[in-house]
């Protein structure tokens, strides 16, 4: 059984950055696939980014892809979600996800399904 907690989350004002890390207790081993989903008020999950095989592959949602770098610190089981230049409509619950298996489709498409989540993070960004 792996647990996932998020931490990081916070206000900032719009082209700033933050850092979320998640912490992945457990079962866990480095090809672990990992990865970020957010949640605006009102609107469904969606995918960020997500970490495979060690972080040797990244991926990325288009809204963001630039702007986030997904990176692990495999010793810590850790994966981090570093957001620069951010926009308002970043603002959302981030979660930490991680299954046991990699299949792309699922991720992309909002992880449902995915075997293991957070309670998330909330960001806010302002103006």
């Known amino acids: 059984q792996v647990q996932l907690v998020e931490s990081g989350g916070g206000l900032v004002q719009a082209g700033g950055s933050l850092r979320l890390s998640c912490a992945a207790s457990g079962r866990t081993f480095s090809t672990l696939p990992m990865g970020w989903f957010r949640q605006a008020p009102g609107k469904d999950r969606e995918f960020v980014a997500a970490s495979v095989w060690s972080g040797n592959f990244t991926y990325y949602a288009d809204s963001v892809k630039g702007r986030f770098t997904i990176s692990r610190v495999n010793a810590k089981n850790t994966v981090y979600l570093q957001m620069n230049s951010l926009k308002p409509e970043d603002t959302a619950v981030y979660y930490c996800?991680?299954?046991?298996?990699?299949?792309?489709?699922?991720?992309?498409?909002?992880?449902?399904?995915?075997?293991?989540w957070g309670k998330g993070t909330l960001v806010t960004v302002s103006s």
């Open positions: 996800a991680a299954d046991r298996s990699w299949i792309y489709s699922t991720w992309t498409t909002g992880g449902y399904g995915l075997d293991y």
